[in-house]
């Protein structure tokens, strides 16, 4: 396991000292924020594709391969999917807006007073996201080595912790591509087929297992549908990936770039779903589907290249943890702190360093994730509260501000109002792993943001006519410090 270990901590190593190069680079709030919306195509669709495929991606797609067969592709599928869904429909307005969190956009497109309610819940949601990516450091350290779960946390949330922190999202931004290069190699290039070898190939595996493991539908069409409301329509929503399309050089690479990460993701989607349905054959009687993952790297893979495998998985994880915990001080500092210390503080009293004030709130909300993902144990619970709240609180008045100019100020918060207590008091009296929440929470959010908006009077002309102007790049209010090469 020598070798293994030092793979390990060679890429410990870098993700550091990329973050230390990342400081020296991030000198202004856009470059802090959105690496100074500067990406080109190449950078832009590997960050994109590692911030989407997580540790629950991953581990978790295997898992779902293992008990389901090719049918556990569709989580990561659905993924995909609402990637490609929204590089296509939506990415380009969304990046000439020029704005840096969601509630931003909102409040461009109502004319204010959005801001805040919808911030708190694209903060639980952020929050959230990043203490499900902080709890699986548990387990890939308990695998490389004997970790108790709350040293493993510490250790991997420490480090995401500290690069994030010192460079935002440059930092975050250069050690996302090498976390996409470390996954495809370890993940498809290396564990796909060694898995399928062992298992004796294509012919054994069917011999082997059961008729429904090679049913694309056999996962479920309830459970199908499930994911295509969480997970689809929350890749078109959320602030974690809504932040790296602003990242983007133009309109092109943010719709082209996206598309191509898009795809990427439904391979790998198929690519877990096999690997899960190899560890089946190999190993039909784990106690837990989420094992099948940890068993196969462990037993089946030569030293080095068991270490580059858990580095994949070590860094599925890092690059949605890092992501989530940016989006996550974002909008606690830009949506939420900002505002409420514009209230206490004198008109005229607004200087302070952005780039140092949006570097500690990622030190704060850092530490808040590392307590959290201490505190939690279900995995499985916190992604589905994060997407719920996001789901049913924000869906509708986005796509409505997007789509709708009818849609008012009034509906928007009615709707965030009406589908987020929905979904609470949903996910209390049915569990939290109940479709109710967001089957019920986004039919009563639409039924608000409707009736509300038609009830109230339509949104004044100015801030409409503002608002097409931005969403034509007519505007664009914040500007780069320093120019440099934009990366390819």
């Known amino acids: 396991m020598a070798v293994d270990y030092a793979v390990i901590a060679v890429y410990l190593a870098g993700m550091l000292a990329m973050g230390w190069w990342g400081m020296r680079r991030a000198r202004s709030k856009s470059e802090f924020l959105v690496a100074g919306r500067r990406l080109g195509p190449a950078m832009y669709s590997g960050t994109m594709a590692a911030i989407v495929l997580g540790g629950a991606s991953t581990i978790g797609g295997v898992g779902l391969g293992y008990q389901y067969g090719l049918s ?4 990561v599928f659905t993924i995909g999917l609402g990637l490609l869904a929204l590089s296509v429909f939506f990415s380009a307005r969304i ?23 919808s911030g708190l819940v694209m903060w639980a949601y952020t929050l959230m996201l990043a203490v499900t990516s902080t709890i699986a450091y548990a387990t890939i350290f308990d695998v490389l080595f004997d970790m108790n779960r709350t040293v493993a946390i510490v250790l991997g ?20 591509m090498v976390q996409f290069v470390v996954k495809t190699i370890g993940v498809l290039l290396l564990l796909l087929p060694i898995a399928v070898v062992r298992a004796g190939g294509f012919a054994e595996m069917k011999a082997k297992l059961p008729t429904e493991y090679f049913d694309p539908l056999g996962i479920g069409g309830e459970t199908i549908f499930t994911y295509v409301l969480i997970y689809t329509f929350g890749m078109l929503i959320g602030q974690d990936i809504w932040q790296r399309v ?12 996206g598309t191509v990460a898009g795809t990427y993701c439904l391979v790998y989607a198929l690519a877990g779903a096999v690997i899960g349905t190899a560890a089946k054959v190999l190993y039909p009687n784990l106690a837990s589907a989420d094992d099948a993952f940890a068993t196969i790297v462990k037993d089946e893979l030569p ?21 989530a915990l940016i989006a996550c001080a974002t909008v606690a500092n830009n ?17 302070h360093d952005e780039v140092k004030g949006n570097r500690l709130f990622i030190l704060l909300m850092g530490v808040a994730v590392i307590v959290t993902a201490i505190a939690l144990n279900n995995v499985v619970e916190a992604l589905t509260v994060a997407y719920n709240l996001l789901v049913g609180g924000l869906l509708v008045p986005i796509l409505g501000g997007l789509l709708w100019k009818r849609g008012t100020v009034q509906g928007a918060l009615a709707s965030v109002a009406v589908g987020g ?37 339509p949104t004044a002309p100015a801030v409409l006519a503002a608002w097409r102007a931005r969403l034509a790049g007519q505007e664009a209010p914040d500007t780069v410090s320093t120019p440099v090469p934009a990366p390819q």
């Open 335 to 351: 949506d939420i702190w900002s505002r409420l210390r514009g209230m206490v503080r004198p008109a005229g009293d607004t200087e």
């Open 303 to 323: 030293v080095g290249v068991r270490g580059l495998v858990l580095a994949a998985a070590l860094a599925a994880v890092m690059s949605t943890s890092s992501g």
């Open 72 to 75: 556990g592709a569709w989580m």
């Open 421 to 457: 207590v929905a979904v609470i008091v949903l996910m209390a009296t049915h569990g939290i792993l109940a479709n109710e929440p967001v089957y019920y929470g986004l039919p009563a959010s639409l039924a608000a943001y409707l009736a509300v908006s038609l009830a109230t009077p």
């Open 246 to 257: 602003f990242t983007a050089r133009g309109d092109r690479t943010a719709k082209w770039g």
């Open 95 to 117: 990046a000439r807006l020029k704005v840096y969190t969601v509630s931003e956009m909102l409040d461009l497109r109502y004319g204010g007073r959005a801001g805040v309610i």
């Open 157 to 176: 949330g420490s480090i995401v912790v500290a690069y994030s922190t010192l460079g935002g999202m440059w930092s975050i931004t250069l050690t996302d």
